[in-house]
């Protein structure tokens, strides 16, 4: 292993320890990854029925093989501009942590792209901006694959603690 390798792993936080297999998906026009082993289906678009009292991102609920799962709508979670639904937009469902366990939750994308080994050598560290953003705390870091750029997301970061106890309610 090389020296630059050893001042990355120390500097990142442990970046060997992200690499693996990722789900990458695109919104607006950057491309995004979550490990693969939180990643239980990809689902097309279906009927998303809204649920009062949420945080404008929760889309609402779908009902899957009589499962509830809430859906996020991701867009509007990273503050970009919302788009029409094309036949390419999809819902990734994921299990993240809760404090009773784990639940299902639905992100809402605009197309998913690929499965891709991430070695940690295409790992860098999330970028700082200079502040404590806990938004950035989403971010575990940034791959470097096939001169593009891919944000890795941690899928637990994405939907919050405070948001898991509403979810885990639902």
């Known amino acids: ?57 929760v889309k609402g609920v779908i009902n899957l093989r009589g499962r509830v799962i809430p859906v996020l709508e991701l867009r509007i979670k990273f503050d970009m501009a919302t788009q029409e639904y094309t036949d390419r937009t999809c819902i990734i469902v ?43 705390s989403a971010i575990l870091g940034m791959a470097k694959v096939k001169g593009d750029v891919k944000i890795l997301l941690d899928a637990n970061s994405v939907v919050g603690e405070g948001l898991l106890e509403k979810l885990s309610d639902i």
């Not at 950057?30 to 693969?36: K, M, S, W």
């Not at 097309?44 to 404008?56: K, N, R, S, Y």
């Open 94 to 136: 994921v299990e993240v942590d809760s404090g009773e366990g784990t639940i299902q939750v639905g992100m809402l994308v605009d197309s998913v792209s690929e499965v891709l080994n991430i070695t940690a050598e295409e790992i860098e560290p999330p970028p700082s901006f200079g502040t404590a953003n806990t938004e950035m």
């Open 1 to 57: 292993m090389s020296s630059e390798t050893v001042a990355r792993d120390e500097a990142g936080g442990g970046v060997k320890e992200l690499a693996g297999k990722y789900l990458t998906f695109a919104l607006a026009d950057e491309e995004y990854g979550i490990g693969i082993l939180k990643v239980r289906e990809i689902i097309g678009l279906m009927e998303i029925t809204a649920v009062p009292q949420t945080p404008t991102y």
